[in-house]
């Protein structure tokens, strides 16, 4: 080996004072040969050696690439020492990367913190119990205001929270101050001041782009020191966020965002790019963080308001106009793009100003082309979605709407607006009310996640397609099904009709669960009659169900036959 560099290095010498290899030879001082030299920063000189370096490195690759390639293991250690830009300089890409890492390191030891969390969820098929305790580990940053910022889904349904920082064996209990479960993010409070001596505060950045490389700080899983993980963004676009079941824009990024890792900032430069959350299942080294733009609307949400209120959203389903002849038919013209409006929300302000079959145009003047985009940043689009979640409860937008034809300009309120059945119901308990052991709860996702990961084929199909298509119709509105019958002489031969939403209590239709308990409690006959869907009714003596009750709920172990929130409903 050490004979094969001396005769490379001779062949170098050689080269550069006879020039006898084929490629290497001096470029003519041109006028095209100067603009050249000029656009890259270089003098007539540099020019010429750059030129000539380029032509050794090809000729000793022609003649020694038999021998380089045979001795591959030999020369393995030398591979990717150095690369080259585009002006033909050689760089070290090891000590660039190490500089971006170091400073993400030196920010990181002042800043970033791990959460110790310890959790208990509602068990929503048994609702007057709680599952077993449980203990989980993420990471979490401080941000100016002495707050640490983290994850939602680290501290959901908490009952005690501490927080550690790097090179402390001290863990400082932490408090809550705010949770967006909707955009997986939540800001905790530490009380005690030796906690915050030294601390850092990181200041938020940009949406890096494409390309760009990002250092993940945080704790993952297979250690308990901080660890440090590069990666380059991929894509910046609308995605599902798995913890709120909510289309907010992400971050891709080529690094794995393993568990641990979530709640801590993804830095570039000396700046938060975002805050990783979780990553793609099924596929290696994909993650996503939470881009600034997000984690801003949530902070200064919080600040406004003292809590978090909810991303806006117009309360609508469209539908794109890419075919032609769907846009012929609603008379739009060549020049003109947009989404058909198929279905509004009666809870949105787009209900009493919007129609069916309108087309919007643009989006307080931005246009949206037929797939449902709208420009965003240098050649890049995504979905106009977005410019309506980065909208502040309560403000206006303005869209440009063809009607039959003519053309309308129309402003709407824009609102945080919930659905008829709760896609998440964290740091809460469940609702539910027992009567002659019929046990009533308003359906809820998390009460069909109950049935598993696969829950979407093994839950009740009917609750299941009610549960992600059917819209509310007046406020506080809630499906109400009956969940179970715990058995006794007072039920008996009514277990099968457990899962079936309830309709009416003694020919009234019921609004929601507290509704329905005050129908209940309030009765004034003796006969006791409930509708359920599928032409299925309930009958019952209400004298010997109220007592049955009591029965029932003291073989059960259960402690009360209503839960907390149904406590206060007015009694007759």
């Not at 676009?237 to 393993?258: C, F, K, R, W």
């Not at 609102?415 to 809460?428: A, T």
């Not at 309030?522 to 359920?532: A, E, V």
Request: aromatic share 8%; hydrophobic share 40%.
């Amino acid at each position: 080996m050490a004979s094969f560099v001396r005769v490379v290095r001779n062949l170098f010498s050689s080269s550069l004072s006879s020039h006898r290899l084929k490629d290497c030879h001096f470029a003519p001082l041109t006028t095209k040969t100067l603009q050249i030299a000029a656009s890259q920063s270089l003098s007539f000189v540099e020019y010429n050696f750059t030129q000539q370096t380029n032509a050794i490195i090809r000729s000793v690759t022609r003649l020694f690439l038999p021998i380089l390639t045979s001795a591959a293991p030999v020369v393995k250690s030398y591979k990717c020492r150095y690369r080259r830009t585009s002006i033909g300089k050689a760089q070290s890409p090891i000590r660039k990367a190490n500089a971006t890492d170091n400073t993400a390191v030196e920010l990181a030891l002042n800043s970033v913190v791990k959460v110790f969390t310890v959790s208990c969820s509602p068990n929503y098929l048994l609702p007057w119990q709680n599952k077993s305790q449980r203990e989980t580990m993420g990471s979490g940053f401080v941000i100016p205001g002495r707050k640490i910022l983290t994850n939602a889904h680290v501290v959901a349904d908490h009952s005690f929270v501490l927080v550690r920082k790097h090179g402390s064996p001290t863990k400082y209990r932490a408090e809550i101050k705010a949770v967006g479960h909707e955009c997986d993010l939540a800001v905790l409070v530490v009380e005690s001041e030796e906690f915050w001596d030294g601390t850092n505060p990181l200041e938020l950045g940009d949406i890096p782009f494409l390309q760009e490389a990002v250092a993940v700080v945080g704790y993952p899983q297979g250690g308990d020191n901080i660890s440090v993980t590069k990666g380059i963004v991929s894509r910046v676009e609308p995605t599902q966020y798995v913890h709120g079941a909510s289309q907010l824009m992400a971050i891709q990024i080529d690094a794995a965002i393993n568990p641990g890792n979530s709640g801590g900032p993804a830095i570039m430069g000396n700046k938060v790019a975002g805050v990783a959350f979780q990553n793609l299942s099924g596929a290696e080294n994909i993650g996503y963080i939470i881009p600034v733009p997000v984690i801003k609307h949530f902070i200064s949400g919080v600040e406004e308001n003292g809590k978090y209120i909810g991303f806006c959203s117009l309360g609508l389903s469209c539908q794109t106009t890419e075919n032609v002849h769907i846009r012929n038919h609603f008379s739009m013209r060549p020049d003109m793009t947009g989404v058909l409006v198929s279905k509004i929300n009666p809870l949105s302000d787009a209900y009493k100003v919007l129609k069916k079959d309108d087309i919007i145009l643009s989006f307080d003047g931005v246009p949206i082309a037929n797939d449902g985009t709208v420009p965003f940043r240098n050649r890049e689009r995504i979905t106009f979605d977005h410019l309506v979640s980065m909208k502040q409860p309560n403000e206006k937008a303005m869209l440009r709407v063809l009607r039959d034809g003519k053309e309308h300009e129309l402003s709407i309120f824009l609102q945080p607006i919930q659905p008829l059945v709760p896609v998440h119901q964290f740091d809460k308990l469940p609702s539910y009310y027992i009567f002659a052991g019929l046990v009533f709860v308003p359906l809820t996702q998390p009460y069909l996640h109950e049935y598993g990961e696969d829950w979407y084929n093994t839950s009740p199909r009917r609750l299941c397609e009610r549960a992600l298509r059917e819209l509310p119709k007046k406020a506080n509105q809630q499906l109400v099904i009956l969940s179970q019958v715990l058995m006794d002489d007072i039920n008996a031969g009514y277990e099968r009709l457990a899962e079936l939403q309830v309709l009416k209590v003694n020919g009234i239709e019921i609004d929601n669960l507290e509704h329905l308990c005050q129908l209940v409690e309030n009765c004034g006959t003796d006969s006791l009659r409930f509708d359920l869907d599928d032409d299925r009714v309930i009958v019952l003596n209400y004298g010997m169900a109220k007592i049955a009750t009591f029965r029932i709920l003291k073989r059960h172990r259960i402690p009360s036959s209503m839960s907390v929130d149904l406590m206060g409903v007015p009694n007759n």
